[in-house]
């Protein structure tokens, strides 16, 4: 490698830091709004470094005393959000759960077979499945809206997560069969020759061996869902919302419930992070659709 | 032994459910969406009716969608040429093993799982002309006054979301070149080094020839969700002030959802899928890239 010099060093590591801290800086700000009180929020200058530290958003949030004053009269603050917006996390959570459970089953099964099979119109099959990842969401939804208008699954859960499982299949059947490509097809032929059926080789021999890639294919999927915006402004009413329209519903006419909408976007966000943290070794071939291996 | 019915090679049935999935979510709705255009909701009779290509030949001659168009276009090419840009910048600086740069590129990760629309609401706070910390700090610094606020000012207000974007997806873009950097072989660089190649001449003659394919698609997949973006204009400005920022998939959406004119906006996000396969497909001829 090229030698450097210390003062170059030092200035890289000085730029590193200041570039990742400007980066930082606007989650950090963020996160002191969840914990700051009403009209905390609304000083100017802002109270950047030090500020009265309450959990009193937290409470108003989730419907939880942590001893901050929670249910005593307080003055009114303006916009929409309160504890009775808690439940949706549970909306956001059945929704990732169970979409990417649908997508990560459906992928495997399909890209198992687009890795392992030749069959007719193959390479035009997965060019359909990368241009499914192309069409913008609008161009899904105000279809899909009307047809599910018709048969009764507009503002349901099944809907949702129909349509969220859809949305993650062109990832995860890419990144799948990126996970199944790395397995050399001699490990399911000299089983084949010993008389195992493909559906055997698939579940007992290949099966285990893309347990990761199951693994960060599974959290990819659970992020893109938990943060999806347009699929379920569109097609929920009263039903069910999850997170991030539950978050957009805090800026009302009379104002806008910053620390609310702060602590409940703090707290969603947290399962992302640490599902992130885990998958860091695929995260590149994840985002990539499998196409590019670290 | 039993044998089961996936026991030969019998592709369709390993595919099947992915095929029913794909053809009753994106082969019906085209479809059904295509039948849309071609007709209007009219409120006095409360039904859909057929209007043929009216919807068509509006859009053509809808000033508001060509504005719509070029405000996509342009948001399409500054966010991408500067998350490309400082991505390739951000990861050549990280890419060595000094104090806490481990730890630096994890951070970096994190505000890929957050959900858009939330930093939209970040970015819409950070920015508010009463309070927002980037309006103290641009007010200090002199740039531009609190009498200026960023997203209600039209000239201003797509650069306020360009922001967003641009903080959200840079790191993106820095983790996939920050991974083709370090597959890149050792030799090239050792015998530039012996010619005395300076650092400019080798990152534009060996490392960016080396790095085409992965610039190709970040640039491919990060392109695609440029030119669609919907989430931040609509919890940031809802396309204002005035039509500043309406894109393609806000003007459809709100055609569609806030006007009632279900037939028109199903033109809209027809015309939005053309525009992005086409320029997506082409691109991909272009640079040959696979999957």
Not at chain 1, 57 to 71: D, H, L, R
Not at chain 1, 209 to 220: E, N, P, Q, S, W
Not at chain 2, 143 to 148: D, F, N, Q, R
Not at chain 2, 158 to 163: C, D, Q, S
């Amino acid at each position: 490698m090229i030698a450097r010099s210390r003062a170059s060093r030092t200035l890289r590591t000085f730029l590193g830091w200041v570039v990742v801290a400007l980066f930082v800086f606007p989650l950090y700000y963020w996160l002191t709004i969840a914990f700051k009180d009403g009209n905390e929020i609304f000083n100017y200058p802002p109270h950047v470094w030090s500020f009265t530290p309450t959990l009193r958003n937290f409470e108003e949030v989730f419907g939880i005393s942590f001893g901050y004053g929670f249910g005593e009269q307080r003055e009114v603050l303006p916009g929409g959000g309160n504890w009775r917006m808690a439940p949706r996390l549970w909306d956001s959570i059945i929704v990732a759960v169970m979409s990417t459970a649908l997508a990560v089953s459906i992928s495997t099964l399909a890209s198992y077979a687009l890795s392992r099979m030749t069959f007719r119109g193959r390479h035009h099959f997965v060019a359909w499945i990368l241009s499914t990842r192309m069409m913008p969401p609008v161009a899904v939804a105000i279809p899909v809206f009307f047809i599910y208008k018709d048969i009764a699954l507009l503002d349901t859960y099944t809907g949702v997560i129909l349509i969220h499982a859809l949305m993650n299949l062109p990832l995860a059947v890419l990144l799948m069969k990126s996970f199944f490509d790395d397995i050399p097809v001699e490990i399911d032929e000299s089983a084949l020759i010993d008389g195992a059926s493909r559906w055997l080789i698939f579940r007992r021999v290949v099966l285990p061996m893309v347990k990761g890639g199951m693994a960060a294919t599974a959290v990819l999927c659970f992020i893109f869902s938990w943060t999806e915006f347009l699929f379920v402004l569109t097609l929920t009413q009263t039903g069910l919302k999850t997170v991030p329209v539950v978050s957009s519903t805090f800026v009302t006419s009379t104002g806008t419930a910053w620390g609310s909408m702060a602590a409940l976007s703090a707290a969603a966000v947290i399962p992302a992070f640490v599902f992130i943290l885990l998958v860091q070794k695929h995260l590149v071939r994840g985002l990539t659709l499998g196409s590019i291996k670290q | 032994m039993k044998i089961g019915v996936l026991s030969t090679d019998r592709p369709l049935i390993w595919i099947l459910p992915l095929l029913a999935m794909l053809l009753a979510f994106t082969v019906i709705p085209l479809f059904y969406n295509i039948w849309l255009s071609f007709h209007e909701y009219a409120p006095f009779k409360r039904q859909l009716v057929f209007v043929g290509w009216e919807n068509w030949q509006l859009l053509f001659s809808d000033a508001r969608m060509w504005e719509a168009l070029w405000t996509t276009m342009f948001y399409f090419i500054v966010v991408l040429s500067i998350e490309l840009g400082l991505g390739m910048a951000i990861a050549l600086l990280l890419d060595a093993e000094e104090f806490g740069f481990g730890l630096l590129r994890v951070l970096l990760t994190l505000t890929l799982v957050i959900p858009p629309a939330i930093v939209g609401m970040m970015y819409l706070l950070i920015q508010d002309p009463e309070f927002g910390v980037l309006t103290y700090v641009l007010d200090t610094l002199g740039i531009l006054g609190k009498s200026t606020p960023i997203l209600a000012t039209s000239s201003l207000a797509l650069w306020g979301v360009m922001l967003a974007d641009i903080w959200q997806w840079t790191p993106f873009m820095f983790l996939i070149f920050l991974a083709g950097l370090r597959s890149l072989p050792q030799e090239p660089y050792e015998a530039a080094m012996l010619d005395g190649a300076s650092a400019f001449m080798t990152f534009r003659r060996i490392t960016l020839p080396l790095m085409s394919k992965v610039i190709a698609v970040a640039v491919l997949i990060r392109g695609i969700d440029i030119f669609r973006m919907f989430d931040y204009v609509f919890v940031m400005t809802s396309g204002g002030p005035g039509t500043s920022t309406y894109t393609l998939s806000l003007y459809s959406w709100q055609q569609t959802f806030s006007f009632i004119k279900w037939g028109y906006g199903a033109t809209l996000s027809l015309f939005t899928l053309i525009i992005i396969l086409v320029i997506a497909n082409l691109f991909i001829a272009l640079t040959k890239v696979r999957w």
